[in-house]
C-alpha cells in the first residue's frame, strides 16, 4: 500500500512536469522570422566581361515578411542610380524581374547591383571591358 502511494505521487509529479514543459514550450514559442530574400537567378552565368557595355540579368525579390509589401528597388551602375521602380509582392511570393543596362565603353570595371532602399538590402556582381566577345 505504501509503494503505491509513493508511485502514485511520481506519476503525478511527472503528469505535472509535462503539462508545464508543453506549455512553456507552446507559449515562449519565438515569433517566426520576417525577412526579404534578394538574389540573382542564376548568378553563376552573369556576365563577368563586356565588350558593348549591355547588361541583362533577372534576378528575384522574394517576401517572407508576414505581410503584403510594395518594394522600391534601384538597379545601380558604380553605385549610380540607373533605374528606381516599384513592384507590388504578397506575403510569401516571390516577383521574378529583369535588368537592363547599358555602360559606356570603354571601362575598366563596372558593379552592377540592385538595391532595396526601404530594406538597406543590396545584391551586385562585378564586369570588366574586354575588346573581343568571350565564350563559355
Known sequence: MKDDSIYN??????????????????????DPER???LYFDDHQKLDKYSYDGKHIFSFTIHNLEGKDIEYEYEIRVNGIVIEERKVFVKNEEKVDL?????????????KIEVYLPQKNQEIHYWVKYTTHTWVD
Open 35 to 37: 525577412f526579404t530574400e
Open 9 to 30: 505521487s511520481i506519476i503525478v509529479s511527472l503528469l505535472i512536469g509535462i503539462v508545464i514543459v508543453v506549455s512553456t514550450l507552446v507559449v515562449a514559442r519565438p
Open 98 to 110: 529583369v535588368g537592363d543596362v547599358k555602360i559606356a565603353i570603354p571601362f575598366d570595371k563596372a
